[in-house]
């Protein structure tokens, strides 16, 4: 069935900035406070108040268009947005509209099969939030709405994108880089529950192969990856069978209602869409320099693409193994910082993705908070590399660091678990293994030599597991093949 | 010795020789209020009770001989200033019950300095007006003469300074709100360079051209406020950190070379008869005291009016959108819903001038039309501004009338929104362009109304209008004059 | 005319305000006069002309990221027509 129709897809993501204040006054951002008591002149919109701009937000903004292949504006301004509504102190909120802080940047996606695709960002801009309305439940509230003015004034980046996304696929996919990148910056704590990174997509339709874009709705209210694919998807088959039938779409804002996976009109604020933005008077230009722009430059760390590259070519890891490693920065510090003290790039993502990632899962502990140290965790490896331990008994040491806190050559030291290669101790338990199962040998000798795995087994076990397993086979194959 | 007659620098003198105490001044103040402000009716809210702890505060710091330039001195503020834990209404109904729970930036200096601040001034709601009788509370009459405005909007600040309720006031002046004011009442009237004083916590109407300023008797009393109040407030952003010279240093100062503009514009038809010959009579001072005269020219002058309405309006539709019934202020009970509650609040506490401004406003930012009024008042904005960077390349300062006529008569403009707001063509382009100027008495005409001589001075050169005024001052008898009631 | 009585009453509802017949007969006359009377702008050519937001030229006014004391809930709330729950209270927000 070939679909007569193309998705078109534009994102703007909010994403809430990890300061200490808010934007333009000195209250904290703290989350989950009593209401209305992170608030002050400025965020309460009393009358007189003044704002100043929060120079930290000007850091991160710049950070963000940086790591987002943006221009920096050389100059920019704060505008005023006016509409009333309940949760807007001021009866408009400050924002930027013409010369925002970040222009023209993109981002690489990576689609199926490989292929990767420029996702263009038309603008960054820095903005406060609104307050929080609660709808009242209590006897005394029923009816009413309540507000909260804790989040009023907090800093957001606003992220827009081109409309160069396809299928919702693809816009999950931006979605994510730019989640992953603001995470990494440390600018963002990335936390769509609590609205920290929420995202709003303008989705049309047209018939394949028209230039000109359809009419587009605002899809708002959608805060988690997997609702926001629901949603563009849900919303794409809305205006296909809307214009099937004969309609046509109007272009408004939809709210995402995640229990019945459908989007609704949202008419209360369609009616004054006049928000009769200009300079705010009270503020003044933004004007950053080279030498600022510089400094920022050189404190941006290495981002996910490009570790992940560095850690394909010049580590040689395979292309999975790069993409879950440089996914998390404190998970790819630990990776870079083990691989800096160890001999094998590889075993030390093996160890990573394998064991450290494990035991995080299972005892619900953050990469930050690991009682293992990358440089425990390297000599761990090297006493394995060098054949003092086992694999085997690699993993009983890791377990025992993680318990204990404790190195791997003071554990293996004092639990004895150092591999056995004296050749006569070896040889022995050799014997030991072959006199005792007379019947295996012969089926050996006749010609099963998959039974040499069940021989290593016994010595091993014999062994405690110390003795080195190259060695027992050998040794073995020396004895039967010599009997 | 009438204690209210005294000016700041005398009372500072009394106060500091213990010739008086702060307490005695303020009970002076008191007295004096009680005694006419029912015909001027200057204050809405008049502070007995906290003026008086101040005083008893002031004396206890005047004897431990810790004296700042301001200790025990009453001064009134409009009450357009945020003053913690006094109502603060602005005049509007909208505010006829916000007690402001933080202090202004210029009332927290003045109350660092422990002056004593004897109540909230009367003015035209939201400082929308040229003669106070936008008040919600009455209007504010002159004192020299009961049946005509004070002029506005900061109207109860010069009639209670002119009726000796207050030694001093704090006003503000966004197109003309100190000076017009001050030359109505006949008294002195300081505009700062835009950035000179913190704007944190003044009421906003609009942001881009209020700035505060001192309504003061004479001249020393002007700039000693002024020393006061000025200087960078790190909680304002457009506050200009620049250093704040001694005002008192070059007062006394002679005016030999001074360079004075006569900017043809401002002498034209509808110019007041008695206006003009008070100002053709100062111009003619400045000549004997050492100043050159020079003709000027302000080309754009005319088109200052219409430039400032547009500017003005939109940025005070914004402003103001925060009085809304959610956070304070008035709300009606009447409201079925949301939208309801926001416009019945609105309708019922604003008065009629502040809707017209936030409806032209409101019209001049809207979509399709912001460029055609909006942007294009922002550009000639910039032409009116290099007119006078043009002008002060020539001389030192620009010499002008403060109004075209003395103080009108109550009721006289209040049909003719437009009338009213030409009053304003001589003070607006100063706003406009951000720079300082100051009102001071030149005359009275022949009914005995007080005329106001303004000088304009270049940007942040507060001090050199203030010691052309003085100049002036020094001259002339006109200061001295008191009304009678 | 400039502007319409349909446009003041569409201007009147963006500012949220609402007027009575009176009113709104008014200030159509009114704003009509003041927008014909700022029509002499057109006169002038600002073509290249920088538009003045700001008088005075000041640029990069900023604070620090440091926390500052600010209001209790009770001293956010003094001013408040209607609180409940340590909130501003408004009839209900209709999405």
Redesign the interface.
Known sequence: MTQPYETVIGLEIHAQLTTNTKIFCGCSTEFGKTPNSQTCPVCLGLPGALPVLNRQVVEFAIKTGLATNCQIAPRSIFARKNYFYPDLPKGYQISQFELPVCEHGWQDIELEGGESKRIGITRIHMEEDAGKLIHGDTPEALGTSLVDLNRACTPLLEIVSEPDMRSADEAISYLKKIHQIVVYLGVCNGNLEEGSFRCDANVSVRPYGQAELGTRAELKNINSFRFIKEAIEHEVERQIDLIESGGKVVQETRLFDSNTGMTRSMRGKEEAHDYRYFPDPDLVPLVIDDSWIDAVRSSLPELPDAKRKRFIEKLGLPEYDAEVLASDRLLANYFDACVTHAKEAKACANWIMGEVLRKLKETDTLIGEVPISPVMLAELLDRIADNTISGKIGKTVFEKMWQTGRGADELIESEGLKQVTDTGAIETLVDEVIAANPDQVAEYLGGKDKLIGFFVGKVMQASQGKANPGMVNQLLIKRLKGN | MTIYDLTLAELRTKLDNRELSAVEVAEAYRARIAATDQDVNAYITVCDESAMAEAKLADQALAAGEIAPLTGLPIAAKDI??TAGLK?T?ASRI?E??????D?TVIARIKEQKAVITGKLNMDEFAMGSSNENSAFGATRNPWNLNHVPGGSSGGSAACVASRQAAAALGTDTGGSIRQPASHCGVVGLKP???RVS??????Y????DQVGPITRDVRDSALLLQAIAGHD?????S?DTPVPDYQATLTQELTGLKVGLPAEYFIDGLDEDVRRAVEQAVATYKELGAEIVEVSLP?T??A???Y??IAT??A??N????????????TDQ??????????S??AG?G?EV??R???G??A???GY?DA???????????I?QDFLDAFAKVDVLLTPVAPTPAFTIGEKTND??QM?LSDIYTIPV?????CAMSLPCGFSAAGLPIGLQLIGK?FEEATILRTAHAFEQATEWHKRKPEF | MKITRAEVEHVGRLARLALSEDELNALTGEMDAILNYVEQLNELNTDGIVPTAHAVPVENAFRPDEVKPGFTPEQALSNAPDAAQSAFRVPRVIE
């Open positions: 200033f945020n603060t602005c505010l019950n916000y007690i402001a729970p933080y202004a360079t835009y950035g704007r944190y916590g003044v009421i906003a609009a942001s881009s051209l790190p909680a304002d952003s457009t200009i754009h005319s088109y009016v219409a430039c309405y547009l939109a940025e539709s914004s103001l959108a925060r009085y809304d019934g959610v956070r304070y202020g008035v709300r409201a079925e819903n949301l939208i309801d509650m926001y416009m019945q609105r309708a604003f009629a809707k017209r936030i409806m032209l409101t019209y930012l809207s979509s912001y009024y909006y942007l294009k008042a922002q550009k000639v904005r910039t032409m501004r929104p437009l707001y706003n406009l362009a951000g720079t940007p």
